[in-house]
């Protein structure tokens, strides 16, 4: 059995992600299995998930994944290098995947190969560290450095995935894994392929509105049933009285200690925590030219959890599932015995793990205990789902 590796955050899973998961398929073999990590409640532009990682896990199965593994909120919530070394790293981990498959817009896996070689050259990044010593920000100095060398080809770090693309390269080769890239030409808006794009539908969703030309039919079926009993669509209004009282709970000693707090961010943010009157009045306070409203966004809700910096160094140091089919309960046995880190399908089974183990996964109850509280039905915002959960299994 061919074993293919998807990265991502389905939020929600959609037409386009269900054209991937079958493009993928028919480029390696249709009995392929499909494992994919996928990010917990909170996402990688630092904001909550639309619906519970447990229904979005369930939409991609019943939209085509065999299994999916969650992607621990440290490295969900990293920069996209941070994001994809531990995605990578983690399916690396399992042993047995053979492909890893993702979207790009330039659609050249040859390209995006030549490109994160150039990243990982030391005098590269030298460049780019003297781009950055001019006030620019990081994905400026990089372009710099790039067009410095490479010319046109910089032009293809100016998109999501193709940014997202060169980093999994980047860790497929930092951390030699015989996994084989393969890519998709995303067609369409940002981050989406062949459907509506996820910003668009998490819009209608908010406002109440059908998705279901959009998405598989299993999945409209869940968000509905979601929706229905009280459990999103979760937004950051929602959440934000929660988060902003953690954040004002916090020393300004705290705020020095979180990813990516360097050059008196972590000052700024603090300050303005203490301040202002919204979520968004705190990012807008705490911007500047130099960092993206993406990063900033990140540190708040790593203040919020209590993410320090370091916390998502190397991979993941278990696979949580979160659903499964029947050819995904064979590929778990599979897993088992490959897989160089130990595969939790029950929450009671980490308290025979490491100490590393055990903490992260308080990390996650917590950040899912956070996340409930957005939930608009008062009697499903208990705590300590995490330890009680089971695996969607079909």
Known sequence: MKVIGIIAEYNPFHNGHKFHIEESRKAVSRDSAVVCVMSGDFVQRGEAAIFSKYARAEASVKGGADLVLELPVPWALSSAEGFARGAVGLLGKLGCVDYLSFGSECGDIKLLGTLATALMDPALNEAIKRELDTGISYAEARQNAVAKDFGS??????????????????????????????????????????????????????????????????????????????????????????????????????????????????????????????????????????????????????????????????????????????????????????????????????????????????????????YVLGYSAKEERRGGADWRASPRIF
């Open 153 to 370: 080809l910089s032009e293809y770090l100016e998109t999501p995935n193709n940014i997202l693309a060169v980093e999994y390269l980047k860790a497929l080769y930092q951390q030699r894994l015989r996994i084989e890239p393969m890519t998709l030409r995303r067609k369409g808006a940002g981050h989406d392929m062949e459907g509506g794009s996820a910003s668009d539908l998490r819009k209608m969703l908010m406002l109440e509105k059908s998705v279901k030309h959009f998405v598989p039919r299993d999945a409209a079926g869940i968000y509905q049933r979601e929706a229905e009993q009280g459990r999103g669509p979760v937004t950051m209004e929602s959440l934000e009285i929660a988060v902003l009282s953690r954040l004002r709970m916090l020393k300004e000693s705290d705020f020095s200690e979180l990813p990516d707090a360097a050059e008196g961010l972590g000052n700024r943010l603090f300050a303005a925590a203490g301040e202002e009157t919204s979520l968004d009045a705190v990012l807008s306070a705490a911007k500047s030219k130099r960092y993206a409203l993406s990063r900033i966004r990140r540190m708040c809700m790593c203040a919020a959890l209590g993410i320090n910096k370091g916390r998502a160094e190397g991979a993941p140091p278990y696979a949580r599932v979160l659903a499964a089919n029947k050819t995904g309960q064979a590929l778990l046995k599979l897993i088992s015995e490959s897989s160089s880190v130990p595969v939790l399908s029950k929450p009671a089974a980490v308290k025979e793990l490491s100490g590393e183990c055990k903490e992260l996964f308080k990390l996650e109850s917590s950040a899912h205990d956070l």
